[in-house]
């Protein structure tokens, strides 16, 4: 919570049990090691799984930058540290996430807003500059963002090698095309309840990929 949200709000929670999640994602992976270890050996494994230790390593180089170059987090919203611009932008119906971390991103990103002098002004002219200086960038970006809908910069930035994509609701996230070719939600049958939409994490073992269910939940073999 303390690395998340900006000098307006802050300490700031997640929006779902990240902590449970992953502890159990963890302890998964653990008990998988375990009936391999016992499928090679015929030996038995004690797994121990803490949802502190499972949590920790998940923040990365925030925790890095801290053990190894004694650098401190600094609560930056929705902005990116490592980058600028490289964060979340207001745009004519919505927001959008512009993940602009090289040079040449950051100069596609004044082309295709049409401000191209951007380029050469010496408060963003270089990336480490640039970052000191985002929240002056951030207003001339989302100025001219704001001439149109998401839908349209998502387009053009993204012809022009700049990672983004709109910021959906959990509805419309759980929509999308991607999600329906993937099979990521399927509906079960459970008795009493009736239909429930649930995810179908196994839909990673694809009948269209010539794979047999059958044979991929064998046994491992001991070579």
């Known amino acids: 919570m303390d690395v998340n949200g900006d000098e307006r709000l802050h300490p700031l929670r997640c929006g779902f049990p990240v902590c449970d999640t992953v502890g159990g994602l963890n302890a998964a992976y653990a008990i998988l090691g375990a009936l391999y270890h ?22 990365g180089w925030v925790a890095a930058n801290l053990l190894i170059g004694g650098v401190p987090p600094v609560p930056m919203g929705n902005d990116n540290f490592t980058a600028a611009p490289s964060g979340v932008f207001a745009t004519q119906d919505g927001y959008i996430n512009i993940a602009a971390n090289q040079q040449e991103q950051w100069e596609s990103v004044c082309d ?44 053009v930035l993204n012809k022009k ?34 239909d429930l939409r649930l995810f179908q994490p ?7 990929a010539g794979l ?8 491992l073999s001991g070579h």
């Open 112 to 155: 295709v807003l049409g401000v191209p002098e951007l380029k050469t002004d010496e408060r963003f002219q270089k990336r480490d500059v640039r970052k000191a200086n985002r929240k002056l960038l951030t207003p001339l970006l989302e100025e001219k963002l704001a001439t149109r809908p998401t839908a349209h910069w998502v387009d």
């Open 161 to 194: 090698g700049v990672p983004s994509g709109e910021i959906l609701d959990l509805a419309a996230a759980l929509s999308q095309p991607q999600i329906a070719h993937r099979g990521t939600i399927q509906t079960v049958t459970e008795p009493g309840l009736g």
């Open 212 to 219: 047999d269910r059958r044979a991929a939940a064998a046994p």
């Open 202 to 208: 196994d839909r990673e073992v694809r009948e269209d």
């Open 38 to 59: 016992r499928e090679r050996t015929g030996e038995g494994q004690f797994i121990d799984v803490a949802m502190l230790d499972s949590i920790m390593p998940l923040m």
